[in-house]
């Protein structure tokens, strides 16, 4: 995940990214994605998670959902993202979110919106949710038949309503295909006539669902068509979206050359990135699924390092920056890519393609023959990140 505009400039997630830096400089958890149910009343095409209508049978029980929640509130987690399946179909759904609340814990729900009402709306609300992440693909037909379920999308546009009439902020997921490329620009649009703040659109994994479907990546060139799209958007007057970047780190080192080319400051950019790196594998980052397990990215369910039943968050994060201490190879690796350590290339397309995690990143948009001496130089010059060891007491540091 990737938020170009508050990454190079002031944006509306500001606050909550510096809190996950200042906790990853701690040694503590950054940001957590948890599947808290493999269950879900859709059954998207595309879904990495294969999520269907079924409970899995180790599922963490209650007591121990909210045993984790205690422990991310001790760690002094900034960014909670309660995710499914569909999170909604949890029965201690609400005691979890609200309990997250009520430690400080900055909470996104990942929802399909189709258990969404106005009395949830309004409860999301009261409990200090400033975010609801919802998916849309395409025009009603196209959506529908993606998530196989018809009258879909309808709901979805109703309860996107509802949620910006409650004041509740809306973020718009779309998974960037060769199926979905085509309808890109009017979800774009419509999602500015509907008060939609965030746009987040993540290359195809091709895990789960769409294992094997490789093929249904768009090209690279179409990947940067879209960063000059976004780039004339965020420094347009009259626009405030943020825009989200998942699966395709190298579009942050793409989008930084633009700028800098355009004679922008990138600075404040690339501070962050020497600390936290486009891909945020092994920096305080982790998903945790329905049963507990802990991965080093959430497009990878089948990499784990450990489980919550096992192991602390605490001790997780520094198996997790054991990664970090890697370097990448190939097209990734410091010696073959000026950008290596500001991106890494998505570790998680390395392991479903090779099983390891520090192979290149062969989705990379960048191009060897572009002038980089610039941002390089720039990048040499923004501070050196040193971590610190994780403190005893929260809040103590």
């Not at 196989?148 to 973020?171: D, N, S, Y």
């Not at 347009?236 to 825009?243: G, N, Q, R």
């Not at 290149?360 to 001496?373: G, I």
Request: proline share 5%; charged share 25%; with cysteine.
């Amino acid at each position: 995940m990737a938020h170009v505009r508050s990454l190079f400039f002031k944006g509306p997630l500001d606050t909550v990214e510096n809190r996950a830096v200042k906790a990853y400089k701690l040694g503590r958890p950054s940001d957590v994605i948890w599947n808290i149910t493999n269950r879900c009343n859709l059954l998207c095409d595309h879904c990495y998670m294969a999520a269907d209508g079924h409970t899995r049978p180790d599922e963490l029980s209650d007591d121990e959902t909210i045993a984790l929640v205690r422990q991310m509130g001790e760690r002094g987690l900034p960014a909670l993202f309660l995710s499914g399946g569909e999170p909604m179909m949890r029965s201690n759904f609400w005691e979890i979110l609200e309990l997250a609340r009520s430690l400080d814990i900055r909470v996104t729900v990942s929802t399909n919106c189709t258990l969404m009402d106005r009395d949830a709306a309004k409860r999301l609300r009261a409990a200090g949710i400033d975010w609801i992440a919802t998916s849309l693909y395409g025009p009603d037909d196209f959506h529908d038949a993606m998530v196989r379920v018809p009258g879909t999308r309808r709901r979805v546009i109703e309860a996107i309503k509802v949620l910006r009439e409650e004041g509740v902020g809306v973020a718009i997921k779309t998974a960037i295909s060769v199926d979905t490329w085509p309808h890109i620009y009017d979800l774009i649009a419509e999602a500015k006539q509907l008060d939609v703040g965030l746009l987040y659109f993540c290359d195809l994994i091709t895990a789960g669902r769409s294992e094997g479907e490789d093929d249904g990546r768009i090209t690279p060139e179409q990947w940067r068509e879209l960063g000059d799209f976004i780039i004339d958007d965020i420094l347009s007057e009259d626009s405030t979206m943020e825009w989200d970047i998942g699966a395709m780190p190298s579009f942050i080192p793409y989008v930084a050359e633009q700028l800098t080319a355009r004679g922008i400051d990138v600075s404040n950019g690339l501070e962050r990135l020497k600390t936290i790196s486009a891909c945020p594998v092994g920096k305080g980052h982790m998903n945790i699924n329905s049963e507990g397990g802990i991965m080093p990215c959430q497009f990878a369910q089948d990499w784990t390092i450990g489980s919550v039943r096992e192991m602390s968050l605490q001790e997780a994060v520094s198996e997790l920056y054991a990664l970090d201490q890697q370097e990448s190879k190939g097209v990734c690796a410091p010696e073959a890519c000026d950008y290596s350590r500001i991106c890494r290339g998505c570790r998680a397309k390395a392991w479903q393609r090779t099983g390891d995690p520090m192979a290149e990143d062969v989705t990379c948009l960048l191009l060897a023959e572009t002038d980089r001496s610039e941002l390089v130089a720039q990048i040499a010059a923004a501070p050196e990140f040193e971590r610190s060891a994780p403190c005893a007491v929260p809040g103590s540091c």
